[in-house]
Structure formats: C-alpha cells, structure tokens
C-alpha cells in the first residue's frame, strides 16, 4: 500500500466533475491509492475516473468502507447486507474486487452488529469481493473482541492520527503495528475547515528542510509509519502531498518531539473523539 493517498472524504470537492478533475490530476502524478466510504456516495465518479485513466488494476489501492452510520441512508448491520452493499459497490465501482473494506465506525452499532458485520467482510473476503479487511474507528478492546469470536484480525485500522492526539491514540498505533495491522491515519492536516497550518516548531521545520507545512506533517505520520490519505483538490496541493514519497531527508527525533510539543492548532477540527485501548477519550476541541 503507498504511504501517502487520496482521501475522497464527504466534501464538496469529492463528488461530481470535481472529484473527477482531481481524480485524473492524482493519477497524472502517480497517485495510486484512494480512500472512500459507501457513506460519501461517490463510487462511480471514482470507478468513472479510473476508467478514463487507463490505469491497470493491479497499479491501483483502494479502500473503501461500510455505511454503519445508523443516522444515514442505507445503514447496513447484518452479515447478509455487509455482502450485498459490498456488491452494489463493486457494481458502482465498476470493479471486480475491492482492495481493502473497512467497517465504518463502531459507534451506533451494538457488540452483535459489529460481529455481524465483521462476519459479512469475512464472508466478502472468502468469495474473493475483497482482498483485505479491517475496521476504522475502532477501540483495541473491540478489535480484540472480532479476534476473538472470529479468529480473523483486520489488515487494516484507519483512524485519526496527527500530533496532537491523545497519548493513547499512540499507544493504539504501536499496539495496531506490534500485531501486524497497517495504520491509515484520516485528520492528517486538520480537517477542512483548519485554515492555519502556521506554527514556530512547523514554519521553521518547513524552512530549515526547505519544504512546506503541509509536508512536514505529512512525514511526521509517515515516520511513524502510518499510511496518510490527505484530500486535496487542486493539483497544486495533490503534487504537494505526493512529494513526501521522494523526500530524502528524514525529521530528527528532537524536530518530530518539538512537532508534538507544540499546542494544538485552535482550528483543528479533529479530537473530539481519540481511540484508547479501553475505550474513547472525549477530548475538548475549544
């Protein structure tokens, strides 16, 4: 999997003749994975670039993950549905086989509808739908609980991960790592409406490697090796985002230190939620 994608989270640059433009502009710069829910509703814009692109499939990652957002349309929680929405993806997707699915989120599903579900991508995986599966979102108990009943461990965690996270959002990385599982880390930059990337340990950072802000938090994650899936629209930021891979220079400890040292930036739109090994933290996002 490349450490670094394309996030077509549900924004309004990642439906339509938008997402198309942007899509053709990563894959133009060697961009090679996507990330996607059922819940964004674009599948077949993504599956429509693909196409146009004249990629061969086997060049191409993508992740996609189940609706199980009780708040939102076509809510899946059965074993039977799991497999049925993984066909209408394929379907919308115009593909054979996923890559990678990934249960949503745990929150709204009872214990028995996140085993449901995990069985339904079990089932998936087993009629060669998907390669890989995992969860996003999820706890180390509640992961531990789907190896438990199932025997199958996810291939897979995505879930928030930038500098600021709790302390044991990092230990649930590492514990992830340590048990093989690969980290995709969404919140990278802060979220859309995070409109200063600016601070003293980052600028100067940027300066002294010669390369931007962006970039810097970029290859912070990617030390820790964690996948990153940055959304970006204009091929400006998507050649941006890519150069991370080429970069010769790693960050000292004492620069990615000073990187968490620093206060989280006020505009942050991320960790109201962070992920524990126990359970979740609710953290104060003023």
Not at 3 to 30: D, E, I, T
Not at 45 to 73: C, N, V
Not at 275 to 286: I, M, R
């Amino acid at each position: 999997m490349p450490m670094v994608g394309f996030g077509a989270a549900n924004r309004a640059s990642a439906r339509g003749p938008k997402l198309m433009r942007s899509l053709a502009s990563y894959f133009s710069v060697g961009g090679r994975l996507i990330d996607t829910s059922q819940m964004y509703g674009n599948h077949k814009e993504i599956g429509r670039a693909f196409r146009q692109s004249k990629l061969s499939r086997d060049s191409l990652w993508l992740i996609s993950k189940i609706q199980t957002w009780y708040q939102m349309p076509n809510f899946v929680n059965t074993t039977a549905g799991t497999v049925a929405s993984i066909r209408k993806s394929l379907s919308d997707l115009g593909l054979g086989v996923l890559d990678v699915m990934l249960i949503h989120s745990p929150f709204g599903l009872s214990v028995e509808g996140q085993l449901e579900v995990w069985r339904g991508l079990i089932a998936a995986k087993q009629e060669g739908l998907v390669m890989h599966v995992g969860v996003s979102n999820f706890n180390r108990a509640q992961i531990e609980l789907l190896v438990a009943e199932t025997g199958t461990w996810p291939a897979v965690h995505e879930m928030e991960f930038h500098p600021w996270v709790h302390t044991q959002a990092r230990e649930l990385v590492r514990w992830c790592q340590e048990k093989g599982i690969v980290v995709v880390a969404y919140g990278s930059l802060g979220g859309r409406k995070h409109t200063n990337r600016t601070s003293d340990s980052v600028t100067s950072l940027a300066s002294a490697h010669g390369i931007s802000q962006t970039q810097i938090l970029l290859r912070w994650a990617q030390q820790q090796g964690v996948v990153t899936i940055p959304g970006a629209t204009s091929l400006t930021h998507i050649s941006d985002n890519l150069a991370v891979l080429k970069m010769p220079d790693r960050l000292r400890e004492h620069d990615l230190r000073a990187i968490e040292d620093m206060p989280r930036p006020a505009t942050w739109a991320y960790t109201r939620r962070t992920l524990c090994p126990s359970g979740v933290v609710e953290c104060d996002n003023s």
